[in-house]
Every structure is written in structure tokens, then in C-alpha cells.
């Protein structure tokens, strides 16, 4: 369970910590800032999953490299959902973004799980 509480904290910094608020707004609408954002996102994750999730290198990066891409796919839908309730309905607005959130860290937990039962189990 450790290693999923370390995912959720890599996730918020990758998510949120290295990304400014222009990017932020701007990957709904232009795409260049979707790939830079996926791409810093990915980075950070091949940096650092095989030191704090105890990965190889070969199996972060492959790790790393397909959740970036999941982070694409749920970034590209979720950001147009997001801005369509932005300034408009609050609650959906909010609604929007635990969404994203819960794909976001349902992804990441699911793949650490089915790539490395092993090293989920010894987690306890």
C-alpha cells in the first residue's frame, strides 16, 4: 500500500507542482501544450519510479511510458469537459476534476498492480 501512497504523491507533483497554470489552461484548446504537459509528466515518472517504486530502469520507463500515454488520452477528453463548466457551473466544474483525478490514479494503481504483483504484495 505504500507504494500506491507514493504513486498518488508522484502523480499530484508531476500533475500539478511541475505544471504552471497557463499549461493547465491551454491544454484544452492547443495541443502542443497537451504534449508538453504529458511530456514533463512521463520524465518526471521514468526520473523517479525506479527509485521510489523500486523499479528497474527498463520497467520504469515501460511503466512511465504507458501511463503517460493513459495521462494523454484522460488529459485530452477531461480538459475539454473541464472548460465547458469553467466559470459556468461550479459543481460540475469540480465534478470534472475528481474525475479526471480518480482515472488518473486508478491508472496508475492498476498498472503498478498488474505489471509488479509481486512487489505489491511485499508492500505490506
Known amino acids: 500500500m505504500f507504494r500506491i501512497i ?3 504523491f508522484m502523480h499530484a507533483a508531476a500533475d500539478f507542482i511541475l505544471q ?3 499549461t493547465s489552461r ?3 484548446s492547443k495541443i502542443a501544450y497537451l ?3 504529458v511530456g514533463i509528466y512521463t ?3 521514468i526520473a523517479l519510479s525506479p527509485v521510489l517504486l523500486g523499479l528497474t530502469i527498463r520497467q520504469g520507463i ?13 488529459d485530452f477528453v477531461t480538459s475539454k469537459v473541464k472548460v ?7 459543481v460540475k466544474y469540480f465534478a470534472a476534476i475528481s474525475f479526471d483525478q480518480a482515472l488518473h490514479i486508478a491508472i496508475l ?12 504484495r511485499t508492500m505490506f
Open 43 to 45: 520524465s518526471f515518472f
Open 26 to 28: 491551454m491544454k484544452a
Open 6 to 8: 507514493i504513486l498518488i
Open 84 to 90: 465547458i463548466f469553467w466559470n459556468k457551473n461550479e
Open 109 to 120: 494503481a492498476g498498472t503498478y498492480i498488474v505489471m509488479f504483483p509481486q512487489a505489491f
Open 35 to 37: 504534449f508538453a504537459h
Open 20 to 22: 504552471g497554470s497557463g
Open 62 to 74: 515501460v511503466f512511465s511510458l504507458i501511463n503517460g500515454g493513459a495521462h494523454f488520452i484522460i
